[in-house]
Structure formats: structure tokens, C-alpha cells
């Protein structure tokens, strides 16, 4: 799919088909879409959503485009708005509003480069769609996906990632916590920091990160330290047009390169 694909924005009716609680403070909700259809978009954009009488809030689609399904994950962040009308008052067969698609940070499938998806908190989300529709495509041989989260019980959908990497060589899972609670096999620390352990080099590579702001931020840093086209680095944080030659020599300061 070339990088000047285009999605109309459209309103769209949908309707609650299931809710899934993945972790105490993340519900995954999957919604049909009953009029404004069919909702055509790219892998990593996000949508405003409405649910009930609350403010829209914009959340990013977990789904393949080519789902039947739309699929957003909502952390419940707070004891009123809309995370929280979705934790205690969303039930299956609610009409809910969505619009979209936004957002620049979607998959670039033209790129046959290894690719790399970071992925924190709920942030989960964009790249969860992004990686599976680069595996159901083929869009590249290499995928490195990382997830972070601070313990256990804040980590969800491992193992859909562990199949998926065993049905797909090319795709390499490292999950980082960085309080674990128990013994752990997982990587220790942030998952910035097992991306700095691994990846020395990001030249050729398309990098897609999401995540709350100071490890999108960190990300940035690091990745164009490590040699990474700020062309290359899609975010809906980040904006390469604003990357200076000045700015780049201060991320390699910063990583100590």
C-alpha cells in the first residue's frame, strides 16, 4: 500500500458485540458497524469515539483493516468520562458513535525493510494492528515487536503475540516489565531500555510507536540516535518534520553516542 494512501473520514453507527476485560484497568470493546459503513482504514490510525452521552475520545483501532469487526482498547483512567462509562455502565447491544479514520502513523506496507513496533500501556493498541496486518500481508521477513508494562497483571494479549510468533519465524516477541511482582522470564526494566540492549542499529528499519508520552519520547531519542530516518519513525507524537540536523546530533548525546 503506498505511503500517499488516503482514507475518507466518515460517521459511522455502531453496536457493543462484545467486552472483554483484559486487565483491571484495560477493556477491550468490539463493535459491528450497523450504518456509515463499511469504515475503511489503515493499520495504526485511530478513530473519536462516543460512547453514551459522553465526550468523544480518541482511540486507536487493534483491529486488521480487513476485520469484520472493530476493536478498541480503553484504559479506565479516571472515575468519570468516558473510560470510566465503559468500565461500569457499557453493556453488549449499546449503540456506540464512531468517526474516523485519523492519524499519520499507520503502516507503510511498500516498506520491505525490518520493521519495529514499540508498544506501552495501551498503546498496545495501534500496534497490535499494525504487527498482525504486516504478518497477514507479508509485508516484511523481520518484525520486532516490544511491549511494556509495569507488572504482571498490567501485560495482556501475550500469549495471541507468542502464537503469532510461532506461526510467523520472522516475527521476534520480547515482553519488558518494569515492577515485576514474581520471578519473571520476561525482560527487567523499561521497554526502552530492552530496546536499547537489542537494537544497536535502526538504519533501513521502519519504527511505529505508541505509548504514553515520555517513552514515545524516549523512543524518539533513542531510535534516531540509532542511525533511524526520522522519516522513518511514525507516531502520532511525533512530527519528523520538525527534526533539525541540531536535534539529531542531541539525541545521539543523550544515548551517549
Known amino acids: 500500500m503506498p505511503d ?3 482514507r475518507h473520514v466518515r460517521p459511522m453507527l455502531c453496536r457493543v458485540v ?11 470493546v468490539r463493535l459491528e458497524v450497523v450504518g456509515g459503513g463499511p469504515f475503511r482504514f489503515t493499520a495504526g490510525q485511530y478513530a473519536r469515539v462516543t460512547f453514551g452521552e459522553q465526550r468523544p475520545r480518541e482511540y486507536s483501532m487493534a483491529n486488521c483493516p480487513d476485520d469484520d469487526i472493530i476493536e478498541f482498547h480503553v ?6 468520562g ?19 479514520p485519523f492519524g499519520h502513523a499507520w503502516l507503510r506496507q511498500d516498506h520491505r ?10 498503546g498496545l493498541a495501534p500496534m497490535k494492528s499494525i504487527v498482525e496486518t504486516a504478518v497477514r500481508h507479508h509485508v516484511c521477513d523481520d518484525i520486532y515487536f516490544y511491549v511494556g508494562a509495569r507488572d504482571e497483571a498490567d501485560l495482556y494479549l501475550e ?8 506461526a ?14 514474581a520471578s519473571t ?23 511505529y510507536v505508541a505509548g504514553p508520552p515520555a517513552m514515545v519520547n524516549a523512543a524518539v531519542q533513542l531510535l534516531l540516535a540509532r542511525g533511524l530516518n526520522p522519516e522513518d519513525l511514525h507516531s502520532d507524537l511525533f512530527d519528523p518534520t520538525l527534526i533539525t540536523g541540531r536535534e539529531m546530533g542531541k539525541a545521539g548525546q543523550s544515548d551517549g553516542l
Not at 510467523?168 to 516489565?177: C, E, Y
Not at 522470564?185 to 519504527?207: Q, Y
Open 4 to 6: 500517499a494512501t488516503v
Open 18 to 28: 462484545a467486552i472483554e476485560e483484559a486487565t483491571v484497568h484495560i477493556r477491550i
Open 75 to 80: 484504559r479506565h483512567a479516571s472515575t468519570s
Open 82 to 100: 468516558a473510560s470510566a462509562y465503559v468500565a461500569q455502565r457499557l453493556r453488549v447491544g449499546d449503540e456506540v458513535r464512531v468517526e474516523g
Open 113 to 122: 525493510g525490518p520493521l519495529l513496533a514499540i508498544a506501552g500501556g495501551s
Open 159 to 166: 500469549q495471541r503475540f507468542c502464537t503469532l510468533a510461532a
Open 168 to 181: 510467523f519465524p520472522g516475527l521476534r516477541l520480547v515482553s519488558a516489565l518494569s515492577e515485576p511482582v
Open 185 to 207: 522470564l520476561r525482560r527487567l526494566g523499561t521497554v526502552i531500555e530492552a530496546v536499547d540492549a537489542d537494537i544497536k542499529s535502526c538504519v533501513g528499519m521502519k519504527a
